[in-house]
C-alpha cells in the first residue's frame, strides 16, 4: 500500500511564508492539490519524479516552488507571499503531474493552511 503524508501547515499573516512537505512510500511524481470551504479542489503545482519538469497553476506560479528530495522520497512546496486567499486544505498526491485530480491514484489526508489578513 502507497502511503501519501503531508505535513507543515499552519497559520501564517498575509505576505508571509510556509513550506509544506510530502513523504510518499515511492518514487513517484506527485502534485499539490487544495480546497477551500465551497470550493471545488483544484490544481496548484506539480512534478516529475524523474526528468525534472515543474508546472504551477496561475494562481501561485511566481509565488510558489515544488521541489523534491529524491533520497527522501519527499516533495516539498514552497509558499511564498501567501495572501488570504491561499488559505485551504492542502493535499499531496501520488501518481500524475496532471492538473486532473483523477489522474492521481493516492492522496494523503491533507495539512491546513490558513492566512490571515
Known amino acids: 500500500q502507497v502511503q501519501v503524508v503531508e505535513s507543515g501547515g499552519g497559520l501564517v499573516q498575509a505576505g508571509g511564508s510556509l513550506r509544506l512537505s510530502c513523504a510518499a512510500s515511492g518514487r513517484y511524481s506527485m502534485g499539490w492539490f487544495r480546497q477551500a470551504p465551497g470550493k471545488e479542489r483544484e490544481f496548484v503545482a506539480s512534478?516529475?519524479?524523474?526528468?525534472?519538469?515543474?508546472y504551477y497553476a496561475d494562481s501561485v506560479k511566481g509565488r510558489f516552488t515544488i521541489s523534491r528530495d529524491n533520497a527522501k522520497n519527499t516533495v516539498y512546496l514552497q509558499m511564498n507571499s501567501l495572501k488570504p486567499e491561499d488559505t485551504a486544505v492542502y493535499y499531496c498526491a501520488a501518481g500524475s503531474t496532471d492538473w486532473d485530480r483523477y489522474k492521481y491514484a493516492y492522496w494523503g489526508q491533507g495539512t491546513q493552511v490558513t492566512v490571515s489578513s
Open positions: 512534478i516529475r519524479w524523474s526528468g525534472g519538469s515543474t
